[in-house]
């Protein structure tokens, strides 16, 4: 084919399919006028089109699309398990777990000094409390100026007999 032919083969393959536009088939047909060569790229384009669109196609199965992917699929291998995308993403919550028990001792070290020293005041005023509602649903007969200490052991004495 001559190189000032080029430009001409793409209306060419246009022309043999059939979706050439009017405008460039009247300029195709004015090169073809003078192109031997033109004129037999032609023929054997079109006869190329017509033994392709006599063909028919037989429908794949309905299965077919997932039996490819089934074979494509890749099989699971040991380098599977050296996978470090998927070991980060397992392994993320564990070390945030980590990294949150190894912080809080920190943290709360002052606030733990101060609620051990408050803590056995809360227990004996809880206690006191408890024991006088206890002498008072009894009959021990307990003021609330008495000792929690002396309650509690009367409380006791009371409930063995």
């Known amino acids: 084919m001559n190189p000032e032919c080029e430009p001409f083969v793409s209306l060419i393959l246009r022309s ?58 890749p099989q699971p291998s040991v380098f599977d398990l050296l996978n470090w995308r998927a070991w980060t993403l397992r392994l993320a919550p564990i070390a945030a777990l980590l990294a949150l028990l190894a912080w809080y001792p920190t943290m709360n070290a002052s606030d733990a000094d101060s609620a051990r020293q408050t803590l056995p005041a809360v227990v004996d005023d809880w206690a006191g409390t408890q024991a006088q509602v206890a002498g008072g649903l009894l009959g021990i007969g307990p003021d609330a100026s008495s000792d929690p200490d002396a309650l509690l052991a009367a409380l006791l004495s009371e409930t063995s007999r």
Not at 25 to 34: G, N, P, V
């Open 16 to 73: 043999a399919d059939g979706t050439l536009a009017p405008e460039a088939r009247a300029m195709l047909d004015a090169h073809l006028a003078s192109c031997a060569d033109c004129r037999a790229a032609l023929g054997d384009q079109s006869a190329v089109s017509r033994v392709l669109g006599e063909i028919v196609l037989a429908s794949a199965p309905r299965d077919f699309a997932a039996r490819v992917r089934a074979r494509v699929a």
